[in-house]
């Protein structure tokens, strides 16, 4: 449980950290997306995602990235998006910059392991 707290304790770091307000990020809507990654390793990877906005700076993430399902929790602020997520046994977290044409550009990583990945939300 600790694991989860440090993992929600850090997004919101993160998402507090940036707190310019910018037009469109406060009209950023959330809905399906397309999902291109880099793993800490180098390989690639590609899937989908879905944002659902849940109040004026939160939100519900779910990617299906091959035959793995993630779900996680997402706050907003400005042009920053954080997200914590559970993956089988990891807890992981994801800081996106929301660009001007709703795409997310992120960087992740894995609680307790080296390195991070990158990762791209493309809106459909």
């Not at 809905?31 to 659902?52: F, H, L, W």
């Amino acid at each position: 449980m600790n694991i989860i707290k440090t993992a929600l304790a850090a997004a919101l770091f993160a998402v507090g950290c940036v707190g310019v307000a910018y037009a469109d990020a406060d009209n950023f809507s959330g809905g399906d997306y397309d999902v291109r990654g880099t793993n800490p390793d180098g390989s690639k990877y590609k899937g989908t995602a879905e944002i659902d906005v849940t109040s004026t700076t939160t939100c519900r993430i779910h990617w299906k990235i091959g035959s793995d399902e993630s779900d996680g929790i997402c706050m907003r602020n400005g042009i920053a998006l954080a997200a914590s997520y559970v993956l089988g046994k990891d807890i992981g977290l994801v800081i996106y910059e929301i660009r001007d044409d709703d795409t997310l550009d992120g960087i992740w990583t894995i609680a307790d392991q080296d390195g991070s990945g990158t990762e791209l939300l493309i809106p459909r």
